[in-house]
């Protein structure tokens, strides 16, 4: 009998083979990268029956474009077989393809029992027909049908499986290119088992008022595009669901890491710091032992952190954490509170004194040790102890316990460690209610200026003042420049608060000249926060500009061991302090380790001798007065005045004129007064006159 095809149908065959094809391939790579074997078990049932409809659609849109001479129909309960064997051949292929590990038996194995079960699906589509006579069909097509069954199933497993990883480059246009493939090896098994069927003339269709055969095929066609087209949809959502999830999985790693660990140190930030200090109370509560925290702060990491600038500031502590985990034990939590200060939990401590050995070690280490990253710049801790549960017993408690010990390692002379004693307590509250004043004094009005006069070599006409800040506190009450000039110092207050006594000091010298006063020139002292700063000269300047006051009227004075930690620093500094008209003097002359050589480069106006030489010539006799007698000659050699304080006895003060001293100052000849008060001085020497 003879048959013929209708071409739309074919092709729309072709095109369900290849889009079933490419679901196939897409759940592979969906269902390989889950995780839970739930949904890997979910998934592979859901795509078992999108695959299964795709392929039995393939191979019944086929069929419907076969036609005989004679009504054609399907049987529709051997139909529903026919689609249940494409279904469990679909479960079959998804397990097979996701496994872990796809050996050469199992792709064998499974291309065997698939390519089968699509030809059993095959044949059993046929049998709906319910042709009288059966049909025959011919023994080399049949044969030829199986093997390319087997075989189309096998490379399909072998492929799915090779591009099942969603992450491979150009893994879309693969799986494309694939499915092409595909769609045309299970076309060419679909009609080469049509090839071998034989319908012999008279035959009569036993289902040919069965389901309708226009009907099944517009239903078939658009019922397997919307389960195809719905399944691959699902699946790219899945898809980009898994991306998103992993994407917000990886953030909330990063955000986890931001919360617990410093992002420049990768040490163990205060956070998580407070939670293993709380976990080690709580173990030292239960099994009664001791603990230590070390707190650290590194000295003068300001100072080179405002002269060298942030990126270098960022290397030392980089560095100096490295180090840091060098020093300790391998159980010891090292951690960053941020700044300078840096922090060790070192549990499980026999005793006090293996905490003192921890500090000591760090100490040495850090000031002998030879270390691989080449770091040129050498800082060192003060560290401050405290211990558990003898300093306390909360995490708040301990570390500012251990903070205050910490200060008093810096008031001992840093680079030292000292135990936490409740003495400290006193010193720690007093520095907070200090560092609380002069955050507030600038805006309140709470500081003021003294002026100490200076007089001549001949203890009688008066050569200049110092000014001198104080600060008035309403519950703290008057405090000294030797009390809260380190602390803001530390703090960085100092820089705004120099600025403060220098504008005020040039308002007062306009006053004395509004009253009709004589010039007065002022000694202003720099501190070493100040000196760092690059633009101090441009801002100094600008200040006396704008109050309307000569440079001529402004010594700023810099001690000696300040001058000498960064010499030829220093002598750029006073080159251009001097070239825009303002003294500069060096203060505390003797109690540093000046070089001559430097001494004779800083072309200072000033040496001003340390009141401790002063108090020599009565205590040392001859000794101290040779000291003083050779710092004048040395001095007066290299063109520079000298100026003795702390002048406090009458002897001292005629030793220095015997000398030859240019200036002296003391409480002898004149104690710091306040502005009116220095210029009724002015006004007495003015009527003396």
Not at 50 to 76: E, K, N, Q, T
Not at 260 to 279: A, F, S, V, Y
Not at 492 to 502: D, K, N, T
Not at 618 to 634: K, N, P, R, T, V
């Amino acid at each position: 009998m003879l048959s013929s095809y209708n071409f739309w149908l074919v092709a729309i065959s072709f095109v369900v083979a290849t889009l079933a094809s490419y679901t196939a391939l897409d759940l592979t790579g969906r269902i390989f990268l889950l995780a839970s074997p739930r949904l890997r078990h979910a998934w592979r049932l859901g795509g078992a029956m999108a695959l299964g409809v795709g392929i039995w659609s393939m191979h019944f849109v086929a069929m419907l474009a076969f036609s005989l001479p004679i009504p054609l129909g399907y049987d529709f309960a051997t139909t529903a077989y026919s689609l249940g064997l494409a279904i469990g051949t679909s479960y079959l292929a998804l397990f097979v393809t996701t496994q872990a590990r796809l050996t050469a038996a199992r792709l064998v194995s499974g291309g065997v029992l698939m390519g089968l079960g699509i030809a059993g699906m095959h044949y059993t589509g046929m049998a709906a027909l319910r042709m009288e006579p059966g049909i025959r069909y011919q023994p080399a097509w049949l044969a030829a049908s199986i093997v390319i069954a087997i075989g189309a199933s096998t490379a399909a497993l072998w492929i799915a499986h090779a591009l099942s990883d969603d992450d491979k480059r150009h893994v879309l246009r693969q799986r494309f290119g694939a499915a092409l493939v595909m769609g045309v090896a299970i076309s060419g098994m679909h009609y080469a088992g049509m090839a071998a069927a034989e319908f012999p003339p008279g035959s009569v269709c036993g289902a040919a008022k069965g389901v309708s055969a226009a009907w099944l095929a517009t239903s078939v066609i658009l019922f397997t595009f919307a389960i195809l087209l719905g399944t691959l949809l699902l699946s790219r959502f899945d898809a980009r669901t898994t991306f998103l999830t992993g994407a917000v999985s990886s953030l909330n790693s990063q955000i986890m890491r931001l919360a617990t660990l410093d992002t420049l140190t990768g040490l163990p930030n205060r956070n998580t710091l407070t939670e293993r200090i709380e976990h080690a109370i709580h173990r030292s509560r239960r099994q009664h032992s001791l603990f230590a925290i070390l707190f650290m702060d590194l000295d003068g990491f300001k100072t080179i952190n405002d002269s060298l600038g942030h990126s270098a500031g960022d290397e030392v502590l980089s560095a100096f954490a490295q180090r840091l985990l060098l020093c300790v034990r391998e159980n010891d939590t090292v951690a960053r509170l941020g700044g300078d200060e840096f922090v060790v939990l070192c549990e499980n401590l026999a005793s006090r004194e293996e905490a003192a050995l921890m500090a000591e070690g760090v100490l040495e280490r850090m000031r002998q040790g030879v270390w691989a990253d080449a770091q040129p710049l050498q800082v060192m801790p003060s560290i401050g102890i405290a211990l558990c549960p003898h300093d306390g017993n909360t995490v708040d408690t301990l570390l500012k316990h251990a903070d205050a010990a910490m200060y008093e390692a810096k008031r001992a002379g840093r680079s030292t460690y000292r135990f936490f004693e409740r003495s400290m307590n006193e010193a720690a509250t007093r520095t907070l209610q200090i560092q609380h004043a002069l955050h507030e004094a600038l805006a309140a009005g709470h500081f003021s200026l003294h002026f100490q006069p200076k007089f001549a070599g001949n203890g009688d006409s008066l050569a200049g003042a110092e000014a001198l800040i104080r600060l008035h506190h309403a519950e703290l009450g008057t405090l000294a420049p030797l009390e809260f000039i380190p602390i803001a110092e530390r703090s960085g207050q100092i820089l705004q608060i120099g600025y403060w006594v220098l504008r005020d000091t040039c308002r007062q010298i306009r006053r004395w000249s509004a009253e009709g006063l004589p010039p007065m020139k002022v000694a202003i002292n720099l501190s070493p926060r100040q000196l760092s700063q690059p633009n101090l000269v441009a801002k100094m300047l600008e200040i006396v500009r704008a109050e309307g006051v000569r440079c001529e009227q402004i010594m700023f004075e810099i001690t000696e061991s300040v001058a000498m930690q960064d010499a030829p620093k220093t002598i750029e500094m006073i080159r251009a302090f001097q070239a825009s008209g303002f003294e500069i003097a060096i203060d505390d002359f003797g109690t540093g380790y000046s070089s001559l050589a430097y001494l004779q480069r800083f072309r200072v106006k000033q040496l001003k001798i340390d009141r401790f030489f002063t108090n020599g010539l009565d205590e040392h006799g001859a000794e101290g007065h040779a000291i003083i007698s050779a710092i004048i000659a040395l001095a007066h050699s290299l063109e520079m005045d000298v100026v003795a304080e702390g002048v406090e006895t009458e002897s001292q003060r005629d030793m220095l004129k015997a000398m030859r001293c240019d200036e002296m100052q003391g409480f002898l000849l004149g104690r710091p007064l306040t502005a009116d008060a220095f210029s009724d001085l002015l006004r007495g020497r003015m009527a003396a006159v």
